[in-house]
């Protein structure tokens, strides 16, 4: 099983900037598309941020115009930097690798540990 690693969470206060990183060491990582999510204590997981294999990046509203997400194929990394941090972007930090075979019939889905990120003064 692939385990996708993250890394670059920690405590932050409000206003400053953290950049998460995840290194997905699959064999055709350029044809995955790749995620952030996030789950905050007692709610459900939800959508940050994704980018397709063509580059086409997707965030949640609520991140607009705060976070960045990008990836470097050659390095099989995701990155998401992330500005402006608030105290309700506080959560476990997930990345995913997802991808459809050719007969869109089975997806092949990678998630890493989590990393924590905390915004508090």
């Known amino acids: 099983q692939v385990q996708l690693v993250e890394s670059g969470g920690g405590l932050a206060q409000p206003g400053e900037s953290l950049t998460l990183s995840c290194v997905a060491p699959l064999n055709m990582f350029s044809m995955f598309a790749m995620g952030w999510y996030r789950q905050a204590p007692g709610k459900q997981r939800e959508l940050v941020a994704d980018?397709?294999?063509?580059?086409?990046?997707n965030y949640a509203d609520s991140v607009k115009g705060r976070f960045t997400i990008s990836r470097d194929n050659a390095k099989k990394t995701v990155y998401l930097q992330m500005h402006s941090l608030k105290p309700e972007d506080t959560a476990v930090y997930f990345c995913?690798?997802?991808?459809?075979?050719?007969?869109?019939?089975?997806?092949?889905?990678?998630w890493g540990q989590g990393t924590q990120v905390t915004v508090s003064s």
């Open positions: 980018i397709n294999r063509g580059g086409e990046m």
């Open positions: 995913n690798a997802a991808m459809k075979s050719s007969d869109q019939r089975t997806l092949y889905q990678y």
